[in-house]
Nanobody, 116 residues
Framework: QVVLEESGGGLVQPGESLRLSCAASGGTFSIIFMSWYRQVPGKQRELVARVGADGTANYANSVRGRFAISRDNTKNTMFLQMNSLKPEDTAVYYC??????????WGQGTQVTVSS
């Protein structure tokens, strides 16, 4: 059973930073992609950033240049450094992983609120 544990959410003011973490546990596996999604009430969950096993990263246009995704393959851990946060970044952020031979898994989500 793969378990994803997210941490790092919270309440910040516009312009401030947060760092989200996601750790995958539950056995030995090979993770192809690690991704962060976010969702606000009444809207579809959207992809924020994705990082491949080789470190190649992709970003949503709305966060490119402000957010940075990274991963530590030795610890099955992923990070999202979020800088220059805006009120429109407010959402529940979800960790997602795609594992060889096992499919994709979701974390329970962590709330990020950007408000003055």
């Amino acid at each position: 059973q793969v378990v994803l544990e997210e941490s790092g959410g919270g309440l910040v003011q516009p312009g401030e930073s947060l760092r989200l973490s996601c750790a995958a546990s539950g056995g030995t596996f090979s993770i192809i992609f690690m991704s962060w999604y976010r969702q606000v009430p009444g809207k579809q969950r959207e992809l924020v950033a994705r990082v491949g096993a080789d470190g190649t990263a992709n970003y949503a246009n709305s966060v490119r240049g402000r957010f940075a995704i990274s991963r530590d393959n030795t610890k099955n851990t992923m990070f999202l450094q979020m800088n220059s946060l805006k009120p429109e970044d407010t959402a529940v952020y979800y960790c997602n992983v795609l594992i060889v031979g096992r499919g994709q898994f979701w974390g329970q989500g962590t709330q990020v609120t950007v408000s003055s």
